[in-house]
């Protein structure tokens, strides 16, 4: 396992429970797809923010009316989600937040600090989180504050597990202002150096992430059985890959940290064993 990516969508899990799983499926679907368009294969930047605001103005029309025509080629994607929107009352401005985040991926390749990278956070990936919680009808600001700390944490988790791959796309998610302090420079990134200066930057970021999933901890004791399960499973996975950041030594360079079936075990008696302590 890999924290990255829409993979933290327990689309599949055996743990969500049945009547959520279409819900599921569909939000997934929206997010994978759009993510893709601003990721994947090799269109233009242009192209890209072209077809992401094709998904906007299908996003409005949906919105507004509760269904695209069926001969919409995006209808197949946006009809399904209408339903599920509806059907659980779930809030539009979640799907604009994410796509605005996809949007931003191809407008912006560097952050100059903590608060703009934050900011993005705040829409790539706090708003599945708020989808979650409406799905199990859990709707209260503190509960929305731990998810919003648990999809930073594991956001920025992926960040740091991802330094190397992402620096092939031309980005880096490393506040700039951190990397000035610690005299790390992007030829540094591109050298592949991993000096005492950039294990001093990693360190940083790592505890920060950390942080952040443990200001979350609480959240699944609120949330049913199994969606608290599940979500201690998330939770002890994006800490368990900043362990092995750790590890490693902060050498994303020669190895991205990974988890293994045999960190699968650990992270099961992890949940079981912790799920009434407020800290893992």
Known sequence: MAVDHYENFPVASLL?????????RDIYRFAR???DIADEGDATPAQRLSQLDS??????????DGHLNHTDPLALIFNPLGATVLRHKLPWQAFHDLLSAFEQDVRVKRYADLSSLLDYCARSANPVGHLMLHLYEVRNEQAFQQSDA???????????QDVAIDWLKD?????????????VTEAQIA??????????LMA???TLARQCLLQGWPLPASLPWRAGLELRLVIQGGLRILSRLEQLHYDVFAHRPTLRKRDWLILAWRAFAHSNHHTP
């Open 33 to 35: 797809s759009a993510d």
């Open 191 to 200: 050298t592949n150096r991993c000096d005492p200066a950039w294990q001093a």
């Open 150 to 160: 648990i999809c930073t944490g594991l956001q920025l988790t992926n960040f740091w």
């Open 171 to 183: 980005r880096v998610y490393l506040p700039q202002d951190a990397m000035a302090r610690h005299g």
């Open 16 to 24: 969500l429970p049945a009547h959520l799983r279409s819900a599921v």
């Open 55 to 64: 998904y906007r103005q299908a996003l409005k029309a949906l919105e507004a």
């Open 204 to 206: 940083e970021q790592v």
